[in-house]
Each structure stands twice: as structure tokens, then as C-alpha cells.
């Protein structure tokens, strides 16, 4: 049974370009959440998606942008990429109810130079 | 609105010692805990989840949390730790949403 996987583990970009990050949520899965975790901090939550739709999401500029597609895998895009979003930016899915427990991938490491 | 606050950010000890991680909440809601643990590159792994029903929980592991109302808290304990247990540990919190709010985390040592 796979687990929640992403990709690519690592990515090397220069400011002003955009990113895309990509997600499949564990087998059964129906929610996808996307967290940044800089160094040395906890995960801040990003956005969540459900059904296709952005379910709720946290305090991130408009650049900061998503998509969920049927098969429930989801893409995380950044545009105009700045120094400051150097991260390491994680996908968790769940089941769709708000306690159901999050099931993170490994992340993908981004460095914006 | 709701919050976690992890209230050390490093906790050194030695092994087969016991280790207490605290973590205080706040909400206006009812609230879903959970805590985290985080090896070296690599995501965060479910250690333990407080959704209802008794307030002690219970790992696989060793550890347990115990859900405190009155002082809002969700601490972490583990009578004898191993070299195994150093790792990131978070706490987090859901509830009144689909967000899981997390803390920033306390960095276990365990010393030989």
C-alpha cells in the first residue's frame, strides 16, 4: 500500500521563477493538505483540497496556488519566487473529515537562489 | 482562532531516562491533539491522536500524552527513552475547520 508520495525530493530555482510540486495521496485518500516547513519551525499550513477545490486555506500570498485532480493527486504551484521561500514543502492527505490524522509524504526540499 | 505552543524548544537527556515534551493548545472550540515525530529528511509519522473518549492515549511506542481541558495542554511522556527516539517532535491541534495547526516543534536528544 503506497504511501504518500512527492515529487521531485529536491529542486534548485532562481528568483522569479515558478515552481510546480506534485502530490499522491495515500491509497483511500480523498484530502490533500500542502504545509511549508522552513528550517527549524513547524509545518505552516498552506491550503487543503477536497473534491477538486480548495477547501480552506492559510495566511499565503495569491502567488501560492493549487490544484486537486480526480484522481485525488494534487500539484502545488509558486509564482515570482522569492529568497524567503526557501522551504521544505510537505503533502499530507486524509480522509475528508477535518480530524481524520494527516499522512505526510517526505517533502520537497526547494531552494530559491 | 486556534494555537500551539510547544513550550521547549530542545529537551537533551540521557537514555532509559523519562522525558516529558510539553505542548499548551488554545481554541474556542473542541479541539482533535495529535502529536507528530519527525526523523531527518523525512515527513512527519502520526505518534499518538486524542479525538475522544479516554484522555490518556497510548503509542505503539512507549509513549503516551494525556488530554488536559482545565490547563489546555497535551503533554508527551515516555518513562525510559532509547537512542532511537532522538528526533523532532509536533504537536497539533484541529477542530472548528479542515487545518491542522502545528507547533514549532521540540528537538529530543537522547544521550548515551
Known amino acids: 500500500d503506497a504511501g504518500v508520495t512527492q515529487s521531485p525530493t529536491h529542486l534548485i530555482k532562481t528568483r522569479g521563477q515558478q515552481v510546480t510540486l506534485r502530490c499522491s495521496p495515500k491509497?483511500?485518500?480523498?484530502?490533500v493538505s500542502w504545509y511549508q516547513q522552513a528550517l527549524g519551525q513547524g509545518p505552516q499550513f498552506i491550503f487543503q483540497?477536497?473534491?477538486?477545490?480548495?477547501?480552506q486555506r492559510g495566511n499565503f500570498p495569491d502567488r501560492f496556488s493549487g490544484h486537486q485532480f480526480p484522481n485525488y493527486s494534487s500539484e502545488l504551484n509558486v509564482n515570482a519566487l522569492l529568497l524567503g521561500d526557501s522551504a521544505l514543502y510537505l503533502c499530507a492527505s486524509s480522509l475528508g473529515r477535518g480530524n481524520s490524522p494527516l499522512h505526510f509524504g517526505n517533502g520537497t526540499r526547494l531552494t530559491v537562489t | 482562532a486556534q494555537s500551539v505552543t510547544q513550550l521547549d524548544s530542545q529537551v537533551p537527556v540521557f537514555e532509559e531516562a523519562p522525558v516529558e515534551l510539553r505542548c499548551n493548545y488554545s481554541s474556542s472550540v473542541s479541539v482533535y491533539l495529535f502529536w507528530y515525530v519527525q526523523y531527518p529528511n523525512q515527513g512527519l509519522q502520526l505518534l499518538l491522536k486524542y479525538l475522544s473518549g479516554s484522555t490518556l492515549v497510548e503509542s505503539i511506542n512507549g509513549f503516551e500524552a494525556e488530554f488536559n481541558k482545565s490547563q489546555t495542554s497535551f503533554h508527551l511522556r515516555k518513562p525510559s527513552v532509547h537512542i532511537s527516539d532522538t528526533a523532532e517532535y509536533f504537536c497539533a491541534v484541529s477542530g472548528g475547520g479542515f487545518k491542522t495547526i502545528f507547533g514549532a516543534g521540540t528537538r529530543l536528544f537522547v544521550k548515551a
Open positions: 483540497y477536497y473534491e477538486e477545490e480548495e477547501r
Open positions: 491509497s483511500g485518500h480523498d484530502t
